[in-house]
Nanobody, 126 residues
Framework: QAQLVESGGGLVQAGGSLRLSCAAS????????MGWFRQAPGKEREFVAG????????SYTDSVKGRFTISRDNAKNTVFLQMNSLKPEDTAAYYC???????????????????WGQGTQVTVSS
């Protein structure tokens, strides 16, 4: 059974860093484009970053460009999100997800992602 498990969340002060990991199992996720999404209380889930199956193409929402970096290690079936210069507005539950369509570009709509992890909480204090 396909499974995605996130880890690495926690409480950090503004300006600090965290590295999220998403461990995949049950399928050959190296064939999938992968994405990170987040959802803050009372807000809709939003796309944060995505990476193509090969790792050759990435995409970021404007608010995290220059601060967050998505990467993947297909040999270990793991996707990472390095988050630097964190801000209180980054506080949310972060989810990784897998897009089964092997498109050349990274899709940002959450409806196209078939597999989701349980989420990891990131809290940034001011």
């Amino acid at each position: 059974q396909a499974q995605l498990v996130e880890s690495g969340g926690g409480l950090v002060q503004a300006g600090g860093s965290l590295r999220l990991s998403c461990a995949a199992s049950g399928r050959t996720f190296s064939n999938y484009n992968m994405g990170w999404f987040r959802q803050a209380p009372g807000k809709e889930r939003e796309f944060v970053a995505g990476i193509s199956w090969s790792g050759g193409r990435t995409s970021y929402t404007d608010s995290v460009k220059g601060r967050f970096t998505i990467s993947r290690d297909n040999a270990k079936n793991t996707v990472f999100l390095q988050m630097n210069s964190l801000k209180p507005e980054d506080t949310a539950a972060y989810y990784c997800a897998a897009d089964p369509q092997r498109t050349w570009y990274v899709r940002t709509q959450d409806s196209v992602y078939d597999y989701w992890g349980q989420g990891t909480q990131v809290t940034v204090s001011s």
